[in-house]
């Protein structure tokens, strides 16, 4: 059975750091590019980064670029959302993904449940 598990939310100010895990297992974890998404109640799930663990490339959002660092560690088949400077705008559930890649919900096969962020003005 394809899990992913995200874990490392929680309520921070503004201006503080969090770091995000998805713990996946199931499936050949290098095989799958693995993105990290963000939803709001009453929005669109929407694209925050990726990584393709196969050649190292990365990929984020603008709203996101030099603040977020997305990473991966193979051996525990994990990725990393390194998250600084959060703002009051970051506040959402984060959910961790694997698929084809890019900034499509729909190019991703796999979720997991989401962890909830809340940065505090």
């Known amino acids: 059975e394809v899990q992913l598990v995200e874990s490392g939310g929680g309520l921070v100010q503004a201006g503080g750091s969090l770091r995000l895990s998805c713990a996946a297992s199931g499936f050949t974890f290098d095989d799958y590019p693995i993105g990290w998404f963000r939803q709001a109640p009453g929005k669109e799930r929407e694209g925050v980064s990726y990584?393709?663990?196969?050649?190292?490339?990365?990929a984020y959002a603008d709203f996101v670029k030099g603040r977020f660092t997305i990473s991966s560690d193979i051996a525990k088949n994990t990725v990393y959302l390194q998250m600084n400077s959060l703002k009051p705008e970051d506040t959402d559930v984060y959910y961790c993904?694997?698929?084809?890649?890019?900034?499509?919900?729909?190019?991703?096969?796999?979720w997991g449940q989401g962890t909830q962020v809340t940065v505090s003005s």
């Open positions: 993904a694997a698929g084809i890649g890019g900034t499509e919900p729909n190019m991703y096969d796999y």
């Open positions: 990584i393709s663990s196969r050649d190292g490339s990365t």
